[in-house]
């Protein structure tokens, strides 16, 4: 059996390290990374091709051409067509999945209870003052962003559906809130339900909150 992890990568490539280091930690044994450029000749794209080739890696496709809503989708399902009974991990650079097993044992319990796929829940973190901190690459990410939260869930709108045409509200809400708070995420926020957290997420305070939202949208 191979885990596959896949991902449409764009112009932001900051967590592309971070997020290869996290997944091949998890088990992850082979990376189907697309990347999506404008040009061959932008230097962010020789800069991403370093990063992937310290792991061992290479893009398994390179699409050149303006941007549109549905071509992260064609890249991904591009990918995945090419090995349909595999198992894969999909996830933008900036979502880190978190498991309660290896990720071998959560295939097991799938296959043994006839499901193809997992759900999980969307946790936001942010630094402890709620400043947009840079990433910096050499530290622990769960270090520099030590909260975690419905900032996602509760700031767009609340609407776990989101669709493309939602996006501008969204991002308006989003700015205005940042705005309104120097340009931070208001931590203190009681609807947001930031609170400390480690990396695997067992001391996460709002659980209890979360999966009764959860099950009331399953």
């Known amino acids: 059996m191979t885990i596959r992890f896949v991902s449409g990568v764009g112009a932001d490539t900051g967590l592309l390290d971070s997020a290869i280091t996290h997944y091949q930690g998890l088990g992850v044994d082979a990376f189907h990374i697309a990347r999506h ?4 000749d932008d230097p962010d794209f020789r800069r991403s091709q370093d990063v992937v080739a310290r792991h061992d890696i290479s893009f398994a496709a390179v699409h050149q051409g303006p941007w549109d809503e549905d071509l992260n989708g ?14 894969w991990v999909i996830a933008d650079l900036d979502e880190f999945h978190v498991y309660d ?5 959560v295939i097991a319990a799938c296959e043994a209870g006839g499901y193809d796929h ?14 947009l901190a840079a990433l910096e690459p050499n530290a622990s990410i769960w270090a520099q962003y030590p909260l975690a939260g419905f900032v996602t869930l509760r700031l767009p709108g609340g609407d776990w559906h989101l669709t493309y045409p939602d996006t501008v509200d969204e991002s ?6 940042l705005e309104a708070n120097g340009g931070r995420i208001d931590v203190t926020a009681e609807e947001l339900s930031l609170h400390r957290c480690g ?5 996460y305070e709002a659980w209890p909150e979360l999966v009764s939202r959860l099950k009331d949208i399953r």
Do not use: N
Not at 37 to 40: G, N, R, T
Not at 74 to 87: F, G, K, N, S, V
């Open 118 to 131: 997992v759900k999980g829940a969307l946790l936001d973190r942010v630094a402890a003052d709620g400043s």
């Open 172 to 177: 308006r809400r989003m700015l205005q809130h």
């Open 199 to 203: 990396s695997d997420y067992s001391d």
């Open 101 to 105: 097993r290896p990720l071998t044992d």
């Open 74 to 87: 064609y890249l991904i399902w591009a990918q995945m067509r090419r090995h349909p009974t595999d198992w």
């Open 37 to 40: 450029i404008e040009s061959f």
